[in-house]
């Protein structure tokens, strides 16, 4: 048997000849990290150059380079990954640096050759641009300093990691000038231009952009999700660019880098002041501090970090030349050591306030937000006006999310810079997080008109139309950005987002196929690209790109959350492609996946205990030898158009008409089938149980009374208790949850009738996690796993949730009042009942007001009547108010099921949906008479009522309730015509209101005006015969006219 550095080098042969260079990169990091062999990490370096990945070529042949000087291939792939990264001059020292070496020792001729090849080619196009280049003002020149092959990093233009795309910080456009006063005296200016700050438009890339707009977790669905946890965190406001790692650093780059004479006198402490010594030597210094700084803005780092090392050599304590040396580190993102020589710089002269500044941009780029703040407050003392360090100071403050803060600093700023289009956006986006919609917009306008070309002001805004569901005008954005760049691929990224929000997945993957062909390594479109595929049923595609997503090498928290998301989603996409060819009855995700695997899932944690312990799913291959995925034909008969049509049109009635629910076609299908195949078989078990109801009465009233009471008792729940448990010995749900709809209802129960539409809700949007909480691993449920839904996150209002902010706080405050006492965040009880708490939060009027009363942490919970048990009280929801940092709240909603909870809520719906059954199936059965059907309409609507209280789902419960009451109503001959009105959301009302009876009346008053008696319905196609297989239902919701 071969050893296993031998087998690996014959797979690394095959993957190189097969050209999977990623792969072959896992083979060589693994002989690597044991041998560490030169010519390994050489070869590393030729398949990062096969991907274009530039900085890694770089990296690894300095490495190699470090370890023996002659490998001449080193040279090679070092030079040409510095040509392709636009540095040409550095690429040429670095080839004749090789053919130095190749000439002085014994070399492969073809590789001198070659390197001979690429020195003259380069010095021949370096004459060329010479020639066309304009007369500049003549400096003193000198010869550059060979570069030592360990700064050779240094060289490579800056690439910004802000978001899913890379930005070089150096920009054409960024040139500035060095004035000397005298010959003797340079007082040193660095002066940006005007036309700097609209250095981003060059080459189609957003100068300096925080990718806000890369939220995947669109709520696809029309209903309200309550249970959206972690999404609805995520996209508080419009904004609040959650996905940017770390903010602009050095935008110009060494913008009024001066000193008065005084500070320098200061600074200098008589060793060296500039305006007061001219000694050749001086004049010297100067001109190289001059030349640094200049290298510095052309981007030509490492030669300027060379002269300033030489200054410093001399005189460790210059501060001009350690600013500049830190400043060109910054650029390089060799942060630490830019952190480093601005801190000396401050200890040599305190009063340097472009130290104070560019440490705390620098401070800002690894995310060290609070000491950024307080160096950029420095420097404000300096220069109190300063737009442009207001500017750093509002967009490190809007990353931070101290939006208060930054809406003051930016709004300060274009009061001084009112041209700033940055800053200018940068309040749209902070105005938009605290709810200052109609400011927001303004702002963001006002940063077009300064600049129509601004992509980064074009993405913010399409950013801010999207969330606040105005999708026409976001596509009019889009279309503005691509009219301007035809390969931004921001932009297409932007559109598939908008599209897979709307339920038009097939249209995304257009869009995000063009944004992967600009820049193939973006996860953000190749997880939403997989999502995409696996919704439409193309697995094979959709496990491809989840794969690569799980390949790429990522900078940033925000992006690996997507990998361990591409981990669960393909194990969710092989779990569907074995079910395709079956029914869609057997599609049980509750039942069949494990309850670790949902936890983590859910809860988006790292997928390394579930590969450890979960058995995973079988490869596509052999669904596919199975003959499980077969390409399936889908022939739209009239039948199943008719179908189509009649579901959209009922579906779409679950929309909500309030900012930040987009309308999603597939959705309003997906409810529709599901509304109308519950109908379906609601109405099946209803006729069995009037029949059992009619056969009842034909004997004495005695023995009626007691059949009706035997049938009561005969209909308890079937869902009490932990994950799959069934504690009912009349009625049994089978293990897929699905529906034995036989002689009698009592094989029929409120959690099998909820299940329908769970089980459509599952396979419409398959990037939602939704389950039943029960069926989470048992320490999770015991735990209370359960929703979180914020209408303030910190400083920001939740566009989505904040409408409900007021009604709340009311309820907090009666809860409050009425119980007397609350619980801390370690569940313990807080007392109210003294030193006149209760009358202070009373008079409370926010958040705030009530957390300064209680003086820590608090949650409480409100109640519900229950009807079952006169005089019981069910716990509800909670309202949690949590302090985030100095002057932000996590105002919530939380909901936990825990089997104490849940045993309670599982008898009320069990009680819920008897009381139902018997308001239809007596003497009402059938009927036609609006006025009949009132009691039968109630019932509905309490059950809704304890559902919405209930939550009993991981996500997903606002639709799946607005679902089954649609469908009940059909049961009942009763569909509902209207629309849900402007600003309403159905699970808040229920939440809100402590008694089912108050939200049966608030909700009739729209509801019931709405309903039409009708039978048309029981005229449709059954529903689960029409679409019997997996593979139908996923086909029919993506059936499309187009």
Known sequence: MAPPATSERVELARL????DWSKAIRILDSLISRSAAIQDIC????????LELHKHVIKDCDTALQLDPTLLQAYILKGSALSVLGKKENALLVWEQGYQQALHESADFKQLLELEELVQT????KNGLCESETHRPSMPQTKPDSLPNGNSTETCKIQHVLGSQAESCADANDKSEICPDSADNYNLKIESHDEDRDSNKSDGQVNGSPDVLDALSYNSESCNDSSDASESCEKASTNSGDSVNVPEIFRNPISNFIFSDERKGEARKDKFCVSRISTPNSISVDFRLSRGIAEVNEGKYARAISIFDKILKKDPDYPEALIGRGTAYAFQRELHAAIADFTKAIQFNPLAGEAWKRRGQAGAALGEFVEAIEDLTKALEFEPDKADILHERGIVNFKFKDFDAAVEDLSACVKLDKDNTSAHTYLGLALSSIGEYKKAEEAHLKSLQLDKNFLEAWAHLTQFYQD??????????IDKMLQIDGRFARAYHLRGLLFHAMGEHRKAIKDLTMGLSVDGSNIECLYLRASCYHAIGQYKEAVKDYDSALDLELDSVDKFMLQCLAFYQKEIALYTASKFKGDFCWFDIDGDIDALFKEYWCKKLHPKNVCEKVFRQPPLRESLRKGKLKKQEFTITKQKAALLFTSDSIGMKIQYDCPGFLPN????????LAAIEIAQKVSKAWRSLHAEWKYSTKGNSKNGKRARRRERINMPSQNRGGAGCSTSNTSITSSNGTIDDGSSSR???WHDVYSVAVRWRQISEPCDPVVWVNKLSSEEFNSGFGSHTPMILGQAKVVRYFPYYERTLEIAKTVMKERSYIRGKTDNIIHLSQNGKLEEIMHAKSCSDLYRVVGEDFWLATWCNSTAFEGKQLEGTRITLVKMGERGFDFAIRTPCTPARWEDFDEEM????????????GENYGSTDFNMLENVRDAILRMTYYWYNFMPLSRGSAAVGFIVMLGLLLAANMEFTGSIPQGLQVDWEAILNLDPISFVDSVKTWLYPSLKVTTSWKDYPDVASTFETTGSVVAALNFSDD
Do not use: D, I, V
Not at 43 to 50: D, E, G, L, Q
Not at 122 to 125: E, L, V, W
Not at 911 to 921: D, G, H, R, V
């Open 665 to 672: 076609k597939r959705q309003h299908r997906m409810a529709g």
């Open 910 to 921: 069990a009680m819920a949906w008897n009381t139902l059954c018997n308001a239809y199936c």
């Open 468 to 477: 606040l569901a105005q999708p026409t005008k976001a596509q009019e954005c």
């Open 747 to 749: 094989k029929l129960s």
């Open 16 to 19: 190189c000849a097969s050209k």
């Open 122 to 125: 380069a010095k021949q196009s």
């Open 43 to 50: 070869n590393r370096a030729f398949c990062y150059s096969k």
